[in-house]
């Protein structure tokens, strides 16, 4: 396999029309990764590989030394070696790899379905930033809208908690999304088990309010039948609205559930289900009071 160049990275990015850039230290980063090398190969002529390159990058957009715009004055010294004179310590890369999504055995939900509603508390969920990117795994899950898209991915909190990240995007065309203003809401280790609950069909609604440092971020997951509905909003941000098909929610319910067991394994999938039941259930006892 030829080895990627800062120069030829580029070129490849800005020939799929993507306004990102690498430096040297940030394609020694994103090259350990198997799927950026995977969507770096077909995202001239793939969308869905495009908006792997894009998420995958977008993550870095705030640390210059890594990712910067095309049109940014630093991309003229990106091809400047980790080991300059500035004496920069030289970022350790891990070797990242892809992983299947633990699905496991779907439940058989029989039970009437409610709804969440979650407003915040005096400790408001704020997103928590990654303190290593070179453990960071990029798994997800894209859908589709036609004026919008949203993207499910495994996340990791500060505190080492494993959780799901939901980035959302306005459409700028056919199959063409602004992922570089997307609107990012990390879900808490707390409310991870209502957003299951929601989409394993055991309860019918979460509503998660006050998120994010200024506590304006908002996530709607409603089941309304034949299809799963998503509605993000933030201060600053268009509504960002999808439908989500049965297929789609499937791959969605894999992620969180894998997420989920990495929580508690010693329970094992088993476990997390049976225990997402009885969560399902004080919810609805909750409501009723």
């Not at 490849?12 to 090259?31: E, F, K, P, W, Y």
């Not at 995202?43 to 049109?71: F, G, M, W």
Request: include cysteine; glycine fraction near 6%.
């Amino acid at each position: 396999m030829t080895a990627l160049t800062v120069e030829s990275t580029n070129q490849t990015l800005a020939n799929a029309g993507i306004s990102m850039r690498v430096t040297h230290r940030g394609l020694q980063l994103v090259s350990k990764m198997e799927l950026f090398a995977k969507a770096l190969a077909h995202c001239t002529s793939n969308s869905k590989a495009r908006d792997d390159l894009i998420t995958i990058l977008s993550h870095y957009n705030d640390q210059p030394e890594l990712v910067v715009a095309a049109n940014q004055s630093q991309y003229q010294n990106m091809h400047e070696p980790v080991s300059s004179k500035n004496n920069k310590a030289q970022e350790s890369v891990g070797h990242h790899h892809a992983q299947n999504s633990a699905t496991g055995q779907q439940p058989q939900l029989t039970e009437n379905q409610t709804e969440i509603s979650q407003a915040s508390s005096p400790n408001s969920p704020v997103e928590q930033p990654h303190t290593d990117n070179s453990s960071q795994e990029f798994i997800g899950h894209h859908v589709y809208g036609k004026n919008a898209a949203i993207y499910f991915s495994y996340d990791k909190t500060r505190n080492g908690d494993n959780t799901i990240a939901i980035d959302g995007a306005m459409s700028l065309g056919p199959r063409q999304y602004d992922w570089t203003k997307k609107l990012r809401i990390q879900i808490t280790r707390s409310d991870l088990p209502n957003v299951a609950a929601v989409v394993f069909g055991l309860l019918k609604k979460v509503e998660l309010s006050n998120y994010g440092a200024d506590n304006t971020k908002r996530l709607m997951i409603e089941n309304q039948g034949n299809k799963y509905f998503v509605n993000m909003s933030a201060k600053g941000y268009n509504q960002i609205a999808v439908p989500i098909s049965a297929s789609d929610i499937f791959e969605v319910r894999g992620l969180i559930l894998a997420q989920l067991i990495k929580n508690r394994p010693e329970i094992g999938t088993e476990g997390v289900l049976a225990n997402l039941k009885c969560h399902a259930v004080m919810i609805k006892q909750a409501n009723q009071q």
